[in-house]
C-alpha cells in the first residue's frame, strides 16, 4: 500500500471548522484579531502560523495541532495490519476512497465494508484468500463509498446492510449497537451521524488490535463535514468513537489509517 496523503490540509480544517459554527469571514477576523486579507490567504492554503495560533482557539481547534498540519509535520505512525484484515484505496473522481474486508481467518467468513470507487481490488483479495463474503456493510450511502456495490453483491452473494436511519435499495437495516459475528470476529454498529443522517462506525473485535472502521466520521488529523449537522458528527464522534479503547486503529474513509492515541495526540478538533 502506498503512501496515502493525509484527507484534509490545514485550510480543509479551518473551512469545516467555520462552517460548522456559522460564522462568517468577519466575524471570525475579528474575534481572531487578524486582518481580512490574513484570513482570506490563510483560507486559501497559505500557511501563516500567527494566523492560525489567533484563529484556532476562536474555532474550538487546537493550535499546536493546526500548525503541526500547517507545516506537514506529523503523519500517523502505520499499524501493521494482522491476518484479517484488508485495506483498499481507489480514485474516484479527484479523490481516493478507502474500502475494507474483515474475516476470521481461521474459517475465512469475511465482510465488506464499503466498495470504493471499484470493488477489483477487493475481488482480488476475496479470491487469494478463499473467502466467503457474508456481509457489506455501509458506512453510509454517498456516491464514492458504494459504486461498486452492484458487482460486488453480484460477485460474492453477500447481503448488504446500511443503518436504519439511511437505507441502501433492496438492502437490509440495522440499529445502533446491533452486533454482528464472522465466527471469532465481532462487528458493533455506532451510529456517528452528522456527515450523513445514518453515518455508522463499526466497531470491530476480535482481531489483533480494536478496529473502527468509521467511513466519514472523522481521518487522520481531521473529521468528516457536517453536511447534515456540525454538532452532531463531533458529538458523536466525542461520545462513541474517542471513548473506544485507546490502542483502537482507526479506518477511515478517506486518508490514512490512524490510531485513537494519535488523534487523541495531534488531531485539531479533538486535541485542545
Avoid at 74 to 95: H, K, L, S
Avoid at 194 to 201: M, V
Avoid at 211 to 228: K, N, Q, T
Wanted: proline share 7%; charged share 20%.
Amino acid at each position: 500500500m502506498p503512501r496515502i496523503p493525509l484527507e484534509d490540509n490545514f485550510d480543509d480544517v479551518i473551512n469545516k471548522a467555520q462552517r460548522g459554527l456559522r460564522l462568517d469571514d468577519g466575524e471570525l477576523a475579528r474575534r481572531a484579531g487578524i486582518s481580512s486579507p490574513a484570513l482570506r490567504a490563510l483560507k486559501g492554503g497559505t500557511f501563516d502560523e500567527a494566523a492560525a495560533r489567533a484563529v484556532a482557539p476562536v474555532l474550538q481547534l487546537g493550535a499546536d495541532q493546526l500548525v503541526a498540519l500547517g507545516r506537514k509535520a506529523w503523519y500517523p505512525e502505520q499499524v501493521i495490519p494482522p491476518r484479517g484484515f484488508a485495506m483498499f484505496n481507489t480514485p474516484f473522481e479527484d479523490m481516493t476512497v478507502n474500502s475494507y474486508l474483515v474475516w476470521d481467518p481461521r474459517t475465512h467468513r469475511a465482510a465488506a465494508f464499503d466498495t470504493g470507487a471499484t470493488c477489483e481490488p477487493m475481488l482480488g483479495a476475496i479470491g487469494a484468500e478463499k473467502l466467503t463474503v457474508r456481509y457489506l456493510f455501509l458506512t453510509h450511502t454517498h456516491d464514492d463509498h458504494i459504486a461498486d456495490a452492484a458487482r460486488l453483491l453480484a460477485q460474492t452473494g453477500a447481503e448488504i446492510y446500511s443503518s436504519e436511519r439511511e437505507p441502501f435499495p433492496g438492502g437490509k437495516t440495522f440499529r445502533e449497537n446491533q452486533t454482528f459475528h464472522l465466527d471469532g470476529v465481532a462487528i458493533k454498529t455506532l451510529l456517528t451521524w452528522g456527515h450523513s443522517p445514518g453515518q455508522t462506525t463499526y466497531f470491530v473485535t476480535g482481531l489483533a488490535w480494536p478496529l473502527a472502521i468509521c467511513g466519514d466520521s472523522m481521518f487522520a488529523s481531521s473529521m468528516g463535514g457536517g453536511l447534515v449537522s456540525y454538532e452532531d458528527q463531533y458529538r458523536n464522534n466525542v461520545e462513541k468513537i474517542f471513548t473506544l479503547p485507546r490502542d483502537t486503529v482507526i479506518a477511515p474513509g478517506h486518508g490514512p489509517l490512524t490510531t485513537l492515541a494519535q488523534e487523541k495526540k495531534h488531531n485539531p478538533f479533538f486535541a485542545r
